[in-house]
């Protein structure tokens, strides 16, 4: 089955519950078969199966409660943020302290990070995927990655929450 | 461009989104500006952090069965039509195309990544302020030095009446295998030599073919139960004639 593994993990990171994440994958491949005439050849079938499995997350009792608009994103100016502190060594945290900084990102953020370092998906396809503009994908993917450095930093290894 | 221009294009260049000339003009500025080397290694650095972290939740068997289970009732069901007789395969078909194309292309970015990883190395070294650990041109001076620092034991060519210089040489590691970084000098321009036993992971991107990623050219092959990497912002034959000096010393 293509995209099986990645689906799931992907449903994982954004239920954080095992049943409702293979319920979420479930639900999408049997929607994908059944919507399969809908989808156009020559469009990305990996972005047309994570926006599936994402529409019906985000229409899902736990997707409802944890997804709050993002504000203010699209007139957010890239340039304006400043430099980023680099004081965060990233090579000497640990995978378990980068695993739990994302645990604690706001759903947005964790989901444009997964499906660009993960999934390895172009701007293009997080566009389709997410269905935002390919402004909005730039933008949102800097707020993320800031707010895991913030988190990381608050965080230091082998402190306890 | 200033650096702080380069700067907000950091994330666009780390993630590969960036035109290839202009990729290639950060590259050029990055060798000339340590700080911004550094911000690009961080980025880099913090990217392969999250994919691995982000690895880490696998589907059980029998979810896999129930979504098995779930396509072939509906295959069964869509028998009852018999135009859908043709649709199933063809379904199958493309579903194993999507997936042959799906590998084939995480392939390519293994292999991308690989790559990257080395001209990291290479990027990192000339950015320290000590790109070496044993500095000298003698090649007799820099070969056993690495004795019982690296597990594998190489020659390294004569550079008489060639252009090449020999710098010196550092221990570097390529997915946590030990192996030996040398720099030579062309022209003002430095060149990185990786040698790493050839296995596991350095093996992995067996495409012996020359290659280009963020500017640099590469070149490697294996010889004695070693992989050579040569890679450089030299041009594909300087890059092609050290690897021959060194393929006819080892």
Known sequence: MPLFEQLYNFARWLTHDTAEAEDLVQETY????????????????????????????????????????????????????????????????????VQRALDHLPVHFREILLLCEVEEMSYQEMAETLAIPIGTVMSRLSRARKALRKVLEQKPEGKPE | ???????????????????????????????????????????????????????????????????????????????????????????????????????????????????????????????????????????HTVKPWFEGKIPFSFNLPELQGTEFTLLGGKVTYLAQTPGAQLIYQLRKHEISVFIFPDQGEATAIAASSPHRALSFNEENWTQNGLRYFVVGDVSADDIHALSKLLRDAG
Request: aromatic residues 8%.
């Open chain 2, 1 to 139: 461009m200033s650096c702080e221009n380069w700067r907000d294009k950091l994330d666009a260049y780390v993630d590969g989104e960036l035109a290839p000339a202009e990729a290639a003009s950060f590259s050029t500025h990055m060798r000339q500006c340590a700080a911004c080397a550094a911000a690009a290694l961080d980025r880099v650095q913090m990217k392969r952090s999250v994919a691995l972290a982000g690895r880490r939740y696998e589907p059980g068997a029998d979810l896999r069965t129930r979504i098995t289970n779930l396509s072939a009732a509906r295959q069964r069901r869509g028998f009852s039509d018999p135009w859908k007789v043709l649709l199933i395969p063809a379904l199958a078909l493309l579903l194993i195309s999507l997936s042959v194309k799906w590998y084939v292309g995480r392939e390519a970015a293994h292999r991308e990544r690989l790559y990257s990883e080395l001209a990291d190395l290479h990027v990192t070294a000339l950015a320290s302020a000590t790109p070496v650990d044993v500095l000298s041109s003698d090649r």
């Open chain 1, 30 to 97: 049997a929607k994908a078969l059944r919507g399969f005439s809908s989808f156009q050849t020559g469009t990305n079938f990996r972005a047309w199966m994570y926006r599936i499995l994402r529409n019906a997350f985000l229409s899902s009792k736990t997707g409802l409660k944890v997804t709050v608009p993002l504000a203010d994103e699209d007139s957010e100016q890239l340039a304006a943020d400043g430099p980023t502190p680099e004081s965060v060594l990233i090579a000497q945290v640990s995978r378990d302290a």
